[in-house]
């Protein structure tokens, strides 16, 4: 099934007198993870904000399957197939892991609008289906029916991507989702974001660990001062001198 792309055009955006997002293209390609990666305050969170419509641009314009979607609601997006996940988990802490991902399934155009008619009050055959597999593929199973406030931070990560994963996403945009993870959890994830693709669903990562944006994107976006200032496949972007030089001078490349 070939699904939409996604595409920032001369994106900009200002704060006063700083430029946090300066004049950016950008593509997420359909069955591709795309990375972003970037040193504190390079202008990420903001780009990331404003493909997911939680910000708009000062300037550019925002496509989804070739149609203008810079003015659509954040809400809007996530039912035509733009899914975003947040660097604090936003769930519902009193509902189940499977309650909530049971919302997210139905969050989503058709299920959404039978769920108002009140067709799928407890969720249709083929929304089970994928929350089973969903829960299954991250190994959360054992906590379906956990209440998702006591759980831990790495664990709340994943329920969110799970929940994220049960919108049948076109596009899902992913702001630090490694972040609070341990090794066998950020290997789970990696695995997950490569067998996602695979089946068509474009991604963009955003990831403060450069190298499981490195080891796990098709292509990646480096970003310095609101620029994007390489963008290639990771080998090439690693050897990219700017961005050698901005992050030898923290380490991770060393
Ligand atoms: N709401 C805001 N008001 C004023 N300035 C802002 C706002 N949001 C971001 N900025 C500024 O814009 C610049 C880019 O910030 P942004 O958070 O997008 O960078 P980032 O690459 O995501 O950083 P980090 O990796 O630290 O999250 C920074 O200088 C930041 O201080």
């Not at 290639?232 to 923290?250: C, F, I, K, N, S």
Request: aromatic share 4%; net charge positive; glycine share 12%.
């Amino acid at each position: 099934m070939s699904r939409a792309e996604l595409t920032g055009r001369g994106l900009a955006r200002r704060y006063g007198g700083l430029t946090a997002v300066d004049n950016v293209d950008i593509t997420v390609a359909p069955g591709k993870v795309t990375g972003l990666i970037g040193p504190n305050g390079a202008g990420k969170s903001t780009l990331f904000s404003l493909l997911t419509g939680v910000e708009k641009p000062d300037s550019g314009k925002v496509f989804l399957g070739g149609r203008n979607i810079t003015r659509m609601h954040p809400d809007v997006r996530a039912r035509h197939g733009l899914v975003q996940t947040f660097q604090v988990p936003s769930l519902f802490t009193s509902m189940t892991v499977m309650d909530n991902l049971l919302v997210g399934a139905e969050n989503r155009r058709r299920d959404y609008i039978g769920g108002l008619l009140g067709r799928t009050p407890h969720g249709s055959t083929r929304t089970r289906r994928v929350m089973t597999r969903t829960l299954e593929s991250l190994n959360l199973t054992g906590i379906a029916d956990t209440t998702t406030g006591t759980l831990p931070t790495g664990a709340l990560r994943l329920v969110e991507l799970a929940r994220a994963l049960c919108t049948r996403p076109d596009v899902l945009l992913l702001d630090e989702p490694a972040s609070g993870l341990d090794g066998q959890e950020t290997e789970r994830l990696s695995g997950l974001l490569r067998r996602v693709a695979g089946e068509g669903v474009g991604i963009l990562l955003v990831d403060h660990d450069v190298e499981l944006v490195f080891s796990v994107t098709d292509q990646v976006y480096a970003m310095v001062g609101g620029r994007i200032v390489a963008e290639g496949t990771p080998a090439a972007v690693r050897e990219d001198p700017t961005v050698r030089a901005v992050y030898l001078a923290q380490g991770p490349l060393a």
